[in-house]
């Protein structure tokens, strides 16, 4: 005889906790204490006689068999919602897209009114909180890759990098050796991240030393550089996708003439079973043209 079925709500809890590999941010979204979150994954663990997740030095991880048993879970708990909505005749779908703050702001964003328009049922939350995962998300859009089972990534769009500045400043530009004299601005996830494009490796392009590239002020979001850069407090490097607005309207100047291979990719990330989805078949459809017409 098959062993009887685990507490729904020890499910539920369980589905929470490891999408966000943390019980004090799943107690908060499940508005309970950090207390009753353990009591639950605790529960079900002894129910299943085997453990579904790791505690090594602070870090919450799943076990290979806490992986498993997400994506089943996961699946059974959108079975349940969806028939939920076909029974009350929900139109209403959320589709919640998870996208770096920069490119949300500089490139989703202005664009989305054109999916919004073609698919009014479809209600769209764009989540860009810096600590947010895949699987907080139904899509996501992230120059970062996962490794997850359950997930997919496919190429989405690749985008050009160049120094871009003010007007004034970009006057005193003549080569790309001038930028020794200016004030270079930079971002963190250049620091942290060899794929994503630093000064370093664009002058390394060029074949030119470094200039020293590495003074100048730092900036968590591409925005807040890119914004600096409006204000002529420097130069940053700008990805041709989140700057095409600002050089349209002359807040910002591409001042070299100067082609670099250096590129920065995106993907689209989402766990395999969305494209059972409507929405999600709509918004990843609308965002492949969009992406082609570009």
């Known amino acids: 005889m098959s062993k009887r079925l685990p507490p729904l709500n020890s499910l539920r809890v369980f589905e929470v906790a490891a999408r966000r590999l943390n019980f004090t941010r799943a107690a908060e979204e499940l508005h ?33 068999a806490g992986e ?6 996961r699946e059974g708990f959108k079975i349940f919602q969806q028939a939920t909505d076909a029974l009350l005749n929900d139109n209403n779908a959320l589709l919640r897209v998870g996208v770096p703050p920069s490119f949300g702001s500089k490139w989703l964003v202005p664009r989305l009114y054109r999916f919004l328009n073609r698919h009014p049922h479809i209600r769209v939350e764009i989540v860009s909180e810096v600590d947010r995962t895949y699987r907080d998300c139904d899509i996501s859009i992230d ?8 997930f997919r990534i496919e190429p989405f769009i690749a985008t050009e990098v160049f120094p871009v500045c003010s007007p004034a400043i970009a006057a005193q530009l003549q ?9 270079l601005l930079h971002e963190v996830s ?3 991240d060899p794929d994503y494009p630093s000064w370093q490796a ?47 309207a002359g807040r910002l100047v591409r001042p070299l003439n100067v082609e ?8 689209l990330i989402y766990a395999a079973d969305m494209k059972e989805n409507l929405a999600f078949q709509a918004f990843h459809q609308w965002l492949i043209s969009e992406a082609k017409a570009h």
Do not use: C
């Open 32 to 64: 309970v204490t950090n207390a009753a979150v353990s009591h639950q994954i605790k529960l079900l663990e002894d129910h299943l006689g085997i453990d579904l997740f790791q505690r090594s030095n602070n870090v919450l991880k799943l076990t290979e």
């Open 68 to 73: 498993l048993y997400l994506p089943r879970i």
């Open 143 to 150: 120059f970062r890759r996962t490794q997850f089972a359950d």
């Open 175 to 183: 080569t790309p050796v001038d930028l020794a004299k200016q004030t």
């Open 190 to 192: 250049a620091m942290n």
């Open 202 to 248: 664009w002058f390394a392009t060029l074949g030119l030393p470094n200039q020293e590239s590495r003074q100048g002020p730092l900036f968590t979001l591409a925005l807040m550089a890119l914004q600096a850069a409006i204000d002529g407090q420097g130069i940053a490097l700008g990805q041709a996708l989140l700057v095409e607005y600002d050089i349209a």
């Open 260 to 267: 670099t291979p250096l590129r920065l990719d995106y993907y």
